[in-house]
Nanobody, 119 residues
Framework: QVQLVESGGGLVQAGGSLRLSCAAS????????MGWYRQAPGKQRELVAT???????NYADSVKGRFTISRDNAKNTVYLEMSSLKPEDTAVYYC?????????????WGQGTPVTVSS
């Protein structure tokens, strides 16, 4: 079983910055893709950014140029640097990762960390 624990959320003023972290732990053989998703009140969960095991990155159009995803494979950790934050970025941010635990494929979600951007 692989667990993901996010940290770094909080309250920030519009235009400010936050850094989210997500650490994976457990019986991990290899992690493939890692990513961040968010869910605002009354809305569906949406992709924010993903990063492959080789470092390839994908961003939602709404965050391009403002958010940066990165990972530290030695620490099984993915980061999301968020800058120029807007009130519409307010949401619970979830980390997702997939890979192999031994020979078994896993796909895990974190519990979420809230981000609130005040205007």
């Amino acid at each position: 079983q692989v667990q993901l624990v996010e940290s770094g959320g909080g309250l920030v003023q519009a235009g400010g910055s936050l850094r989210l972290s997500c650490a994976a732990s457990g019986s991990i053989f290899r992690i493939g893709s890692m990513g961040w998703y968010r869910q605002a009140p009354g809305k569906q969960r949406e992709l924010v950014a993903t990063i492959g095991s080789g470092g390839s990155k994908n961003y939602a159009d709404s965050v391009k140029g403002r958010f940066t995803i990165s990972r530290d494979n030695a620490k099984n950790t993915v980061y999301l640097e968020m800058s120029s934050l807007k009130p519409e970025d307010t949401a619970v941010y979830y980390c997702k990762a997939d890979g192999f635990s031994g020979s078994d494929y896993f796909l895990s979600w974190g519990q979420g960390t809230p981000v609130t951007v005040s205007s």
